[in-house]
């Protein structure tokens, strides 16, 4: 059966480029982490590299958000994928040359961060504008497919190219990726809303979004949630050390590591796809983060390969029903008008947590090793799982009926 969205023509060319840029994304991912830990031996140089992606996502993102809804979402979105390529391919060139070092690893991951905060807004927000009312859970459900079907062919590949040559090649399929992007980006045929011009870019029109947030009890709650689960739970920056160290896996283990999580939250993400929305979703969303926390925590403490695989599996998979679940409330809730600023505080959360996160894992793990890292953060994020189950209108939030009208535009 073709997921509702898939029929959708423009949404499935969306998706198709969107997952073919991602896997190169991912090359680059596995390529710098392990390159870093190579050159070092630490995992608080690995850490820093998600310090050098949170510091330009967390200061530009809500800038991204007033672009989203100033202007033309796919022509801001087609000069993001531009620049994210001039990148790419410095790093294609440098790595030839034999001239790599962690600072040019730090500023190549500070840029593409800067970069991917000014387009997550717009890519966002763009896909109510593809699809309708009744298609939307399907398409926010595919779109965390695109990234797990990236983040399963992605760092798998890579982490055989890396066994067999070196990072260069891997920067190398990042590079020609982008191009798939923008060819897809050229081949939309919907219109969308034009933006409110540069006049929207104001701190007034910053102050709407951020207040839009504040006033709704449980998409903040959500949005907390998530941060903390990211902060504390997520031990992805962790896997170059459980790769060599732990497991004795050596590069191509690294990939089985990220390709595991991806495959998890994969399965669950095509499950969810051919669901309508939900009337109740908070309870779906505190049982999704609570499973995470659960198996990341028997994650922590394995020494058996197929088992942690199976655990990042599940993990994913549990954290993907969130993650589905909180999109879906997000985009039902937020007028159009509003929705790339309101995505672009989003953003600050699911980008912030993760990238913060890898630096708190990996100062963690310096410390005190990468297994208290991961447990540690696995129990702190239950903890956070029943603060927020506390909280009334989070247990019963119920979405409006009206599952087949569609999404309003400006």
Same mark, same amino acid.
Not at 186 to 194: A, D, S, T
Not at 215 to 227: A, G, K, Q
Not at 232 to 252: K, S, T
Not at 331 to 349: A, C, E, I, K, Y
């Given at each position: 059966m073709v997921p509702l969205a898939f029929r959708n023509r423009n949404f499935a060319l969306f998706w198709g480029g969107l997952a073919l840029s991602a896997t190169g994304s991912q090359f680059t991912t596995v390529a710098m982490a392990w390159q870093i830990y190579q050159l070092t031996d630490s995992p608080l140089e690995i850490g820093l590299l998600g310090l050098s992606r949170a510091v330009p996502t967390l200061a530009i993102l809500l800038f991204g958000g007033l672009l989203a809804d100033a202007f033309d979402r796919r022509k801001l979105l087609l000069t993001v994928q531009l620049g994210q390529l001039v990148i790419s391919g410095s790093l294609v060139v440098l790595s030839h040359a034999g001239a790599i070092t962690p600072p040019m690893l730090y500023a190549a991951s500070a840029l593409l961060a800067l970069f991917s905060a000014l387009e997550t807004p717009s890519r966002q927000a763009i896909v109510p504008n593809l699809v309708s009312r009744e298609e939307l859970t399907s398409a926010l459900a595919l779109n965390s497919t695109q990234r797990n079907v990236a983040s399963i062919a992605g760092p798998s590949i890579a982490?055989?190219?890396?066994?067999?040559?070196?990072?260069?090649?891997?920067? #190398?399929?990042?590079?020609?990726?982008?191009?798939?992007?923008?060819?897809?980006?050229?081949?939309?045929?919907?219109?969308?809303?034009?933006?409110?011009?540069?006049?929207?870019? =104001?701190?007034?029109?910053?102050? &709407?979004? +951020?207040?839009?947030?504040?006033?709704?009890?449980? !998409?903040?709650?959500?949005? %907390?949630?998530?941060?903390?689960? #990211?902060?504390?739970? *997520?031990?992805?920056?962790?896997?170059?050390?459980? @790769?060599?160290?732990?497991?004795?896996?050596?590069?191509?283990?690294?990939?089985? +590591?990220?390709?595991? =999580? /991806?495959?998890? @939250? $994969?399965?669950?993400?095509?499950? $969810?796809?051919?669901?309508?929305?939900?009337?109740?979703?908070?309870?779906?969303?505190?049982?999704?983060?609570?499973?995470?926390?659960?198996?990341? %925590? !028997?994650?922590?403490?394995?020494?058996?390969?197929?088992? =942690?695989?199976?655990?990042?599996?599940? /993990?994913?998979?549990?954290?993907? $029903? /969130?993650?589905?679940?909180?999109?879906?409330? *997000?985009?039902?809730?937020?007028?159009?008008?509003?929705?790339?600023?309101?995505? =672009?505080?989003? /953003?600050?959360?699911?980008?912030?947590?993760?990238?913060?996160?890898?630096? &708190?894992?990996?100062?963690? @793990? &310096?410390?005190?090793?990468? &297994?208290?890292?991961?447990?540690?953060?696995?129990? @702190?994020?239950?903890?956070?799982v029943g603060a927020v189950a506390m909280v009334p209108a989070v247990r019963h939030f119920e979405l409006p009926g009206r599952e087949t009208e569609r999404i309003p535009s400006r």
């Open positions: 982490g055989l190219l890396l066994a067999f040559s070196d990072p260069a090649w891997c920067y #190398t399929v990042d590079a020609c990726s982008w191009f798939v992007m923008i060819g897809a980006l050229l081949m939309l045929r919907v219109p969308l809303p034009p933006g409110r011009g540069r006049g929207a870019i =104001s701190l007034t029109s910053l102050r &709407e979004g +951020l207040g839009f947030v504040l006033t709704h009890p449980v !998409i903040l709650c959500f949005m %907390c949630l998530d941060f903390g689960a #990211t902060l504390f739970g *997520n031990p992805r920056a962790l896997f170059p050390v459980f @790769a060599r160290d732990i497991l004795g896996m050596g590069a191509a283990g690294l990939g089985l +590591l990220y390709a595991a =999580s /991806s495959a998890g @939250a $994969l399965l669950g993400a095509v499950g $969810l796809s051919g669901m309508r929305t939900m009337r109740r979703p908070g309870i779906g969303v505190l049982s999704g983060v609570a499973f995470y926390a659960l198996t990341i %925590c !028997i994650f922590a403490v394995s020494t058996s390969v197929w088992l =942690s695989a199976l655990m990042l599996g599940l /993990s994913a998979a549990g954290n993907t $029903l /969130s993650t589905v679940l909180r999109g879906t409330v *997000n985009q039902l809730l937020t007028p159009d008008d509003l929705r790339g600023r309101v995505t =672009s505080v989003n /953003s600050l959360f699911t980008n912030g947590g993760p990238q913060l996160g890898q630096f &708190e894992s990996g100062l963690v @793990a &310096e410390l005190w090793g990468a &297994e208290v890292s991961a447990l540690s953060g696995g129990l @702190a994020t239950l903890v956070l």
